[in-house]
């Protein structure tokens, strides 16, 4: 079960990874075998990322590496390069003399269950979590509610983003629920946002069980 630190912390990895994301692109700008397609494979697996990290070590700068969580940070890191970010590269003459971190991924692999899947998915973990059993037809009601459309994502995005740091994600289906989210929380997603969207989540699923018909 998800808890309100779990939630921060996460948050927390993840915008650290994407940081660390960002200074990589840019530093692969002036040193393109940074991210040479050799580097890019390793940083692809989450095991091989964190031999990655741990290998350069006194290159990059420490408050962008999460050591102390290096496994979910790594796992965090190198989903972006599955799910959302490509790195172009460009020889001449047999050498390496660009790699230019682009957003979308070349060969995208199959999603696992559409994004409405996945929500009504994470809904069900959630009620099982508050000792509530709630069937899939149930799940897909609710998160197909307007008045949920903005918590069953906010709430959806963060669960995957567990299952990614625990090497569980569903691919490609992340950066649809990232697209997907309202604007303002792709700028500023926090703790109170999240921990909201799941109170919300918590009583209409409490609501609909009490009050089938409502």
């Known amino acids: 079960m998800l808890t309100r630190n779990d939630v921060q912390q996460l948050l927390a990895l993840q915008a650290q990874a994407y940081r660390l994301l960002m200074w990589l692109a840019d530093e692969a700008s002036k040193d393109p075998q940074l991210l040479s397609p050799e580097a890019v494979a390793e940083l692809r697996?989450?095991?091989?990322?964190?031999?990655?990290?741990?290998?350069?070590?006194?290159?990059?700068?420490?408050?962008?590496?999460?050591?102390?969580?290096?496994?979910?940070?790594?796992?965090?890191?190198?989903s972006f390069f599955s799910t959302s970010f490509h790195v172009?590269?460009?020889?001449?003459?047999?050498?390496?003399?660009e790699s230019r971190v682009t957003l979308g991924i070349t060969e995208a692999p199959p999603v696992r269950g559409g994004l409405e899947q996945c929500q009504a998915l994470a809904l069900r973990h959630l009620a099982s979590a508050?000792?509530?059993?709630?069937?899939?037809?149930?799940?897909?009601?609710?998160?197909?509610?307007?008045?949920?459309?903005?918590?069953s994502l906010i709430w959806t995005y963060v669960w995957?983003?567990?299952?990614?740091?625990?090497?569980?994600?569903?691919?490609?289906?992340?950066?649809?629920?990232?697209?997907?989210?309202?604007?303002?929380?792709?700028?500023?997603?926090d703790v109170e946002r999240v921990w909201g969207a799941r109170a919300q989540l918590v009583g209409a699923v409490r609501s609909m069980l009490e009050d089938p018909a409502a």
């Open 130 to 151: 508050e000792q509530m059993a709630l069937a899939e037809k149930e799940a897909r009601l609710l998160v197909r509610r307007k008045s949920l459309h903005d918590a």
């Open 160 to 189: 995957e983003l567990d299952r990614r740091a625990k090497r569980k994600g569903k691919g490609t289906v992340v950066h649809k629920l990232w697209a997907a989210l309202p604007r303002d929380a792709r700028k500023s997603l």
């Open 45 to 78: 697996e989450p095991e091989t990322a964190a031999l990655w990290l741990e290998r350069h070590r006194l290159r990059l700068p420490g408050a962008l590496v999460s050591y102390e969580a290096l496994h979910p940070f790594a796992s965090l890191l190198s």
């Open 88 to 97: 172009k590269h460009l020889e001449f003459e047999g050498r390496l003399v």
